[in-house]
């Protein structure tokens, strides 16, 4: 099986998941502004939902650059991750059409934690499938343990949307910070506030 | 005639006919438990086509890899193929708005025995076209066992969908589990419990 | 400018047109024989559009396959054509809401002469730019009659469409025939009935 | 990370984005003159947003031509672009529900306005992580200023949106024709009516 083939559909597949969404979005039923400052939080799930897509292609893409070989077992545990995220648009309707009231909220932290596990997984299907020098390991092994973070963040938000909904956003917002820029820099960040390079180069800003 | 742009524009539509079955999941109408748990057959025809898809997506690509000349009858095998995996997210959507009634079963089940021819002439198409060695001739033709396998247990399908439906969606799983993991391994993992580690590997658990 | 680009680009366009066609057909209202039955109409009309994107796909591919050099006016005559392909979905939803009546047809067969219209300039802006060989320039000019003689039958086909659409679909389905199998193959068939041979190989039956 | 994947990746979105933009395209409620003509202003505006992604695109593709090294901040830069760019269905659909009225075209031009601040972004994120040749330092640097005069010119299209709409399409026409033609070109030509043939050229005539 051909590793090029299997990121040409990933790719294809990520893309229209990331383009679709907009075609949920509604436009206000009317021009004045009641019905025209009801887009914003349907805009901010749409920009959150983009974002957590915009990770998942950007890690997807370094973890199959470490594939050499594929086996069936590599190219389920992709179709089952495309699957998972594929359900991402769909959720964000939900979110968007019930102005991220507590059961839509839910729906969404439980959808990012099952990706979440599918990214493991696949992970994982890769690991066992190669035999990677220590240094790989290491990188892969940190980026288990924020998966594993990232998951329990993620199982804490589907209880705390039944009782406040913001502090699931919160937590979406934390875990796509946390992906975005590597720990490390942030809490030496936290420390030393000359490091500021440091997190110019990492989080691209 | 170029075979790579043949397998990027196969890939391209796969890609898309997966995605967009997504925008046919409609939101419950409200989030009260009763709306909600309607969703759940709808997303089990969802998850039933993105395999179906993932299937042949797979299958069509070891079955492009044996290409070597491109001819006009392969690429008009193709896209007949293309066109009736097309049909999917149409079926799809109508099975999940009737809720798996018998017609829809039906047309479900008709969609899949005429994917399944298209995709037997694509390979004869194939077939005529090369001249194989022995060993690629024997692969090939115990494809093609699968796929006369494939088309009675469809054409069962449309006949007991009138009947029980329910009896159309087990042979739909059952033909998925048949193209998923060889069946050689299944009938022998049947005989003896220590094969474990076979099945392991061929179906990627 | 690279032509590999302008190819995966104008590969993704056509395979999204020829896909989100499908989005476009709506399940019948009930599941009794009088709704479904008005499905046939529209899913002619579909298979119609994906035959003619089909074919467009083919040639193009055959077209930018003489391309050497890119130029601006080979993108925007390129540009040009997918803009006016990409009208096909809508007008094919057109057709399908309509049945088939004279307005819709009308609009559908002014949309083909024009893609006919656009997909000649973009062959003619390819020749300007390049140095062909006596053989691909006969072999452009032959296309170009073929184009030609598509656009007097597009331009008719409007003209029918408002006293017979019937008419209208016929011409369609014979520009289609045209395209797919050589006019020289055909109308040496009729002369001899031994040609089988070749009218197998040409046409891909 | 690899360049390659990120350019396919950009294709695959901007691909999708300007084509399913044809599915907010509304049919006419009924087939009679009066339905038929309240087409013409949407299909403008689609022809519009149509153009705006192709020369995106084209853009794009020479911006991303000039990249050898990939790092986190042009991968965001990017992705914020395309975040802007694949909003841009969701106006030209706001716009044609709406008949270009003043709000919708102000969003309009609002849009405009942040996907070209994203591509000054993503242009200056290339060139602090290059060291480029001096000719190529200029191109670009001529491409910032056009840049800069498009932001100026959107930013006045929002406050006309508010008077005459008309004033802004205007605007947004104007534009399209700087980046399409070299304005450089367009000057001459102003001066020296013997110049048609460099006219011919770079705007692809």
Known sequence: MNKTRLEAFSDGVLAII??????ELKTPESNDWESVKHIFPV?????LSFVFIGIYWGNHHHLLHTVKKVNSRIIWSNL???FWLSLIPFATRWIGE??????SVAVYATLLSVSGLAYYILQQSIVVHHHFQDKMKDALKKQSQ???ISLFAYLTS???????????????VGVAIMWWCPIKILSRQ???KNKKTA???????
Chains 1, 2, 3, 4 share one sequence.
């Open 43 to 47: 805009l901010a799930g749409y920009l």
């Open 190 to 192: 936290w420390r030393n």
């Open 18 to 23: 990331i383009t679709i969404m907009v075609l």
């Open 80 to 82: 089952n991750l495309l």
């Open 158 to 172: 589907i209880a705390t949307a039944f009782i406040y909904p913001i502090i699931s956003e919160i937590i979406f």
């Open 146 to 148: 924020k998966g594993i």
């Open 199 to 205: 997190l110019k180069t990492e989080c691209g800003f």
């Open 98 to 103: 019930n102005d991220f009231d507590k059961i």
